[in-house]
């Protein structure tokens, strides 16, 4: 089954650090993966996202200069390292594929971890 999956959520104070890991059941090196993010009662927006050479990187206005994204092409793994994290972070993020980050429709979408930001 062709499946992504993430991992690195938890429960974290106020200005904490998180890293988020994406993993997949198969190659992710012709794929671009974006993390995206979803609060409670609120849509799901797209955070990151990486191009598949991982010469292009690009940030939701909310996360620029705190969040970063990374991938390892040994461990087929996709990381978000959160600093500075702040209670509107807290959401379940998710991480899926596509063939470019410009392109509209993203699959292979995982189950989800959640983050919690709270004193």
């Known amino acids: 089954q062709v499946q992504l999956v993430e991992s690195g959520g938890g429960l974290v104070q106020p200005g904490g650090s998180l890293r988020l890991s994406c993993t997949a059941s198969?190659?992710?090196?012709?794929?671009?993966v974006a993390w995206f993010r979803q609060a409670p009662g609120k849509e799901r927006d797209r955070v990151s996202c990486i191009t598949y050479n991982a010469e292009s990187t690009n940030y939701a206005d909310s996360v620029k200069g705190r969040f970063t994204i990374s991938r390892d092409k040994a461990k087929n793994t996709v990381y978000l390292q959160m600093n500075s994290l702040k209670p509107e972070d807290t959401a379940v993020y998710y991480c899926a594929t596509n063939t470019d980050c410009s392109d509209r429709y993203w699959s292979n979408w995982g189950q989800g971890t959640q983050v919690t930001v709270s004193s």
């Open positions: 198969f190659l992710l090196d012709f794929y671009a």
